[in-house]
């Protein structure tokens, strides 16, 4: 997250993947990478899932987080992914509550460029300049877009209203029985 002031894009050689989502993104993902790159491009890929992702390149290092139970151990892992190099983090935000607090530490201590991942494919260099698309992104992913936006408005608005009546509506039938008996 170094490079969130910077509108500079890496050449992406040493690349760390955060699968924080479904398999099938980074099956998607990875061969248009390794064909835009080519053979010099280098993957990890830290992952809470079994296996591999498809078409990963030869020589690429898989860190499964759950060899990574305590904070001694998480603190080696961080020590050896920063010290591995890598000029950009990729991190799939897919809605998924798939390692949510991991990718975005890792996000954080890798000193890399970091891009922001959807499950349809479509990303986007998260940096001050995209602040509207990290905006909408985000809107998105609380259900303030579209016509879903009206509909989470008015609940948000009468929440408390609703919350009120239900407390006076139990008080009043708990004061009724009370005073019947």
Sequence with gaps: M????????PSIERLLLV???SRYIL????????EAYGEKLK???VTCFNGEPARLPAGSKIYRVWEYPDGAS???LLRELQAAGYNTVGI???GEPVMTKWKWWLAFQIPAKVFVLNENGDYYWFDYSNWRIMLHFALFRVGLTGADAVTTVTRVVLFPFTLCYLML???AVHLRRKVRT
């Design 2 to 9: 170094r490079q969130f002031f910077s509108r500079h894009i």
């Design 19 to 21: 699968e924080s989502g």
């Design 27 to 34: 099956d998607n993902l990875i061969p248009g990478l390794v």
């Design 43 to 45: 993957v990890d890929v």
């Design 74 to 76: 998480r603190k080696r």
């Design 169 to 171: 509506f139990a008080a």
């Design 92 to 94: 799939i935000c897919s």
